[in-house]
């Protein structure tokens, strides 16, 4: 299991620092949350994390390799849950879920079967069928989800991923982060609701695109929010 | 609420308003003032008013519905009821009323170079009329009811809806439902009324049908397309690959590129629907043009056939150049609709002329109407006649002659012969033998009494028309001989005349020695000798009934007498005369023919190559006027009120044309949009870059393709139904016909250019989307 690692990242858009001298080691098997108020850079920490933002300085790189791919698109082994979903507007959830494990190169059949497993993980599963555009915000942040953990990736990262959902769905929702640390992978986790934050293991506090605070877990292993 | 910032943040949406707008209009205007200024009937304007307000009615749908964010702003500030209404309508109605101006001006520009152009100084000056005003208000208040009708709905709609930054589907209403099936509906019932009342009694139902029958086109598209694509999702191999699953899956949606191709179908079925016909009526013009001059190069001969048939052979002895025409387009009491042509020439000098026309049948039987024998003249002008009688004093008595005319003391009257004759002028002479009272002939011999006499204005050629004489006779003579010039009227050759037909006053009987005569009427001349021909062959267009006499078909020959015939064979359509009439040979009708009817055309028609020396010196002959060419028919025709309409068929066709490709830009522009946040959605799971390229690149080839086939489908369809019954030309009672086959090269050319179109412009709309939409645009929270 390797490390997501951020080393002195910088993020200018014109002269204005987004992030400044960020560095980080995020750890595969741990749920680590990057906490700070609006604006302070988390989405633009996890987009750099994730290959999706180029550091105007600094790596981020991941079992040696640079996260950034040259071209915006995220390596394969990395994941989104994003705070606008991202979800395909002409699609179904299934085809949602269904089309980024067709993208790995999963057969037609098999995506589909396993799409319908993770929307039915994430308590949607009556909703295949339907087109996204018709979900309600909470309902489609769960497809997001369902997306997201369906492909397995080595390095998951969310953005708010709980902000449209009730305390229930909110909790089951970072155990399913905890059981995808406790597969291995890299989770990292963006959000406002001290709740996901205070069940992650690790946390980062971001001020003003700089790192005010890199809280390490306690302990190696950390009992499951919830369910 | 209607701010600059506001148009240039939506300015593709609010530039194809305004170009639809403005192509509307104008195009409709356009149109309308073109068919009054050539007082050709407007109805041909209505297919492309009724696309241009569904067009520009769709375009300002979608031009309310962008908006919707600033209409909730504008509700969240505090505007309720009528105002919040028209902050909603203000920019799509201010769009539309600069839209309208400029549109109807434009429209009138064009309708004055058009007019220009095509009409030139004949027609009074086009100026704006009422009609021109209306049909730009119509226009407006079209496209305006529909903004104000979608403005209404997104203005009341709850205000979550309208701030909600998911492009939710909207869900079918009854009234969208409806209007759907009205079209289609609409189509049929327009079709059968439009084929049931015919070109003839077009109404405003049949003006409208190609719109109408458009627009259906487009709702069947739309839903082939996505019917199809549906289909090929359930196919395994097909739906492996992700790139042609998302391509089949965007094509499957309602809402989508394929939806804004109902316009785009709809603007190519009627704009195909004109130019079909258009390109349709150029043949019918061209064809006209030929029947109506008959030739390449025609030269009028008033004159009169005989003067035309000889100068032509005159100047072309070997008939390789010319070939003289006399037709009778009006008939009157004296005449039917019968064209004489000098059939041994008609291939050499018209054959190619008229190849895939109508009149091309003539070409293959032409040479049934070849006559037994060629015209006959005469060239000199001396005309003698030798008799002989068992008393020739008696038989012609210089003293009897001297003193009385008429009646003798010994009951018997002189002899005179009266012969008619044609000059090659065309001017008509009656010679009469003896000419005066003091010089008679002298005996040759004993019982032998010879005369002749000058004939007047042939030195060149004649024809001789008639021959009769008056006279008494106590005991029977014997016309040994009689000739005109180096034709022999007795005793005659082939061709040549015989004698009449027994009378109480002239008997006469040809035998070995001459023509046995007996006359007992010395009052009035009575006919001698005459031209009596075989039934002659004639050519016939379908349905024509011959007029009969003895139970005989007869036919007026050029000097409008009857003549028997017997028909040869049957062609579409003749020289001159069009869709009936009656097709002789003019050397035929020539022998023996007197007066020329007044209402006749006679022509000499010439080759397009025919040597400069052939017609200097046909024109040499002074009996030629003036002289038409074909492109001077052509020109006829087209400025004639027959053609004329057929012009707005041309605008109605380039301004479908150009209302389809502001529709596929527009919707491409608008398409373009909602594409960056789905190429990054799929970007941002893996889908590669390249995979989204493709499949946007497919969708591209497949709406083409939807547009070709459905389209060309439609547009094949419409014109086998509608372009016989719009009345895109009139013929008239004789004129030919409009050949409403639809043109298969053109219906499958306009399909696929219109189909190559879409995909093209699709192509290069979208192809670029994929590599300019990041995942990173995902991360602002909108």
Redesign the interface.
């Known amino acids: 299991m390797g490390s997501l690692t951020l080393v002195d990242v910088e993020v200018l858009v014109g002269d204005r620092p987004i992030l400044s001298e960020v560095s980080l080691e995020l750890r595969a098997g741990e749920v680590s949350a990057v906490g700070g108020p609006s604006g302070s850079g988390k989405?633009?920490l996890l987009?750099v994390a994730g290959g999706?933002?180029a550091p105007t300085r600094g790596t981020a790189s991941f079992a040696g390799r640079d996260m950034w791919g040259g071209?915006?698109?995220?390596r394969?082994e990395v994941?989104?849950v994003?705070?606008?979903y991202?979800?395909?507007?002409?699609?179904s959830a299934r085809?949602n879920v269904s089309?980024?494990l067709?993208?790995?190169g999963v057969?037609?059949d098999a995506a589909d079967e396993r799409a319908d497993a993770e929307l039915t993980r994430f308590h949607v599963g009556d909703l295949g069928d339907r087109?996204v555009?018709?979900l309600s915000g909470g309902q489609?942040q769960r497809v997001a989800c369902a997306?997201a953990f369906a492909?397995d990736a080595a390095i998951l990262l969310a953005d708010e991923p709980t902000s449209e959902l009730d305390e229930y769905n909110r909790d089951y929702v970072v155990s399913q982060l905890h059981a995808e640390a406790e597969r291995g992978a890299v989770v990292v986790v963006a959000s406002h609701d001290p709740a996901v934050v205070d069940a992650a293991d690790a946390h980062v506090l971001l001020d003003d695109g700089r790192l005010s605070d890199h809280v390490e877990p306690p302990s190696p292993a950390r009992a499951p929010v919830g369910w | 609420m209607v701010t600059l910032r506001g148009l240039r943040a939506r300015a593709s949406q609010s530039l194809a308003l305004f170009a639809m707008g403005v192509l509307a209009v104008a195009g409709c205007v356009l149109a309308v003032s073109y068919s009054e200024a050539t007082h050709t009937s407007t109805g041909a304007a209505g297919a492309l008013l009724l696309l241009g307000a569904v067009a520009i009615a769709s375009q300002g749908a979608a031009s309310v519905r962008s908006r919707r964010a600033e209409i909730a702003l504008a509700q969240l500030r505090g505007r309720r009821g009528v105002g919040l209404l028209a902050a909603a309508v203000g920019e799509p109605a201010l769009i539309l009323v600069a839209a309208a101006a400029l549109g109807t001006v434009s429209g009138w520009l064009l309708a004055k170079a058009a007019v220009h152009r095509w009409v030139g100084s004949g027609v009074a000056a086009v100026t704006m009329t009422a009609s021109d005003w209306a049909t730009a208000v119509a226009m407006l208040l079209a496209g305006a009811l529909v903004v104000v009708a979608v403005s209404w709905r997104t203005a009341f709609e709850p205000l979550a809806g309208k701030l909600d930054?998911?492009?939710?589907?909207r869900p079918a209403t009854p009234a969208g439902t409806f209007l759907a099936v009205l079209v289609l509906v609409g189509a049929g019932v327009a079709v059968y009324q439009a084929r049931s009342l015919g070109a003839q009694r077009a109404d405003w139902v049949s003006y409208l049908s190609p719109a109408v029958v458009g627009l259906a086109a487009g709702q069947l598209a739309v839903w082939s397309v996505a019917i199809g694509a549906g289909l090929a999702l359930r196919l395994?191999r097909v739906?492996?690959g992700?790139g042609w699953?998302?391509t089949l899956?965007?094509l499957t949606?309602r809402d989508?590129t394929a939806s804004a191709l109902r316009i785009v179908v709809a603007a190519v079925v009627v704009a195909g629907l004109a130019g079909s016909g258009w390109f349709g009526s150029s043949g019918w013009r061209d064809q006209t043009a030929r029947v109506d001059i008959g030739g390449p190069l025609a030269f009028d001969v008033p004159a009169g056939g005989l003067a035309a048939y000889l100068a032509s052979h005159d100047v072309d002895p070997q008939g390789r150049w010319l070939m003289a025409i006399v037709a009778s387009p009006q008939p009157s009491g004296r005449s039917s609709r019968d064209a004489f042509v000098d059939t041994g020439r008609w291939n050499r000098v018209v054959g190619s002329f008229y190849a895939d026309t109508p009149v091309g049948g003539v070409t293959g039987q032409i040479g049934a109407l070849s006559p037994a024998s060629v015209v006959q003249y005469a060239t000199g002008d001396r005309v003698s006649v030798r008799l002989t009688a068992g008393s020739v004093r008696r038989a012609w008595p210089r003293a009897l002659l001297r003193r009385v005319s008429g009646f003798t003391p010994y009951d018997f009257a002189a002899l005179r012969f009266t012969i008619g004759y044609v000059d090659g002028r065309g001017d008509q002479h009656q010679l009469r033998l003896p000419e005066g009272q003091t010089d008679y002939p002298d005996p040759v011999r004993a019982g032998v009494v010879g005369y002749t006499a000058h004939a007047p204005a042939c030195a060149r050629r004649c024809a001789v028309t008639s021959v009769s004489v008056q006279g008494k006779t106590e005991h029977p003579l014997r016309v040994t001989e009689m000739s005109f010039g180096d034709l022999r009227l007795i005793p005659a050759g082939p061709g040549g005349p015989s004698a009449a037909a027994d009378t109480r006053a002239v008997r006469s009987e040809v035998s070995g020695n001459g023509l046995a005569l007996s006359l007992t009427d010395p009052n009035h001349a009575r006919q001698l000798l005459e031209w009596r021909p075989e039934a002659a062959p004639v050519l016939t267009t379908p349905g024509l009934r011959l007029a009969h006499s003895h139970g005989q078909p007869v036919a007026h020959g050029v000097d409008g007498a009857p003549h028997p015939v017997r028909v040869a064979g049957q062609v579409a359509a003749l020289p001159v005369l069009g869709r009936a009439g009656l097709l002789l040979d003019l050397g035929e009708a020539l022998r023996g023919a007197g007066a020329q009817i007044p209402q006749s055309q006679t022509s000499i028609l010439a080759r397009a190559d025919t040597p400069a020396s052939v017609v200097d010196r046909l024109r040499a002959t002074g009996i030629v006027e003036a002289e038409r060419t074909y492109p001077q028919a052509l020109a006829a025709v087209e400025r004639s009120t027959a053609a004329e309409g057929t012009r707005l068929f041309a605008i109605v066709a380039v301004f479908g044309l150009l209302i389809a490709a502001v529709s596929t830009a527009s919707g491409v522009l608008e398409q373009r949009r909602?594409r960056r946040?789905?190429a990054?959605?799929?970007?941002?799971?893996?889908?590669?870059?390249g995979?989204v390229a493709t499949a946007y690149r497919r969708e591209a080839f497949a709406l083409g393709a939807g547009v070709a086939v459905v389209g060309g489908l439609m547009l094949w369809l419409a014109c086998r139904l509608l372009l016989g019954v719009l009345p895109l030309v009139h013929p008239g009672e004789f004129g030919l016909l409009f050949d409403a086959a639809p043109p298969l090269t053109i219906v499958a050319g306009l399909a696929v250019a219109a189909g190559a179109f879409v995909a093209l412009t699709v192509y290069l709309g979208l192809s670029a989307v994929a590599r300019t939409s990041?995942?990173?645009l995902?991360?602002?929270?909108?």
């Open positions: 989405t633009t987009s999706l933002l071209d915006g698109d995220p394969p994941a989104f994003l705070q606008v991202g979800l395909v507007p002409i699609l085809e089309v980024a067709r993208a790995r057969p037609p087109q555009e018709e489609m997306r492909v | 930054a998911t492009d939710r589907p395994p739906n492996r992700v699953f998302l899956r965007r949606r989508n909602l946040d789905e990054a959605s799929l970007r941002v799971v893996g889908v590669g870059t995979v990041p995942p990173s995902l991360r602002e929270d909108r």
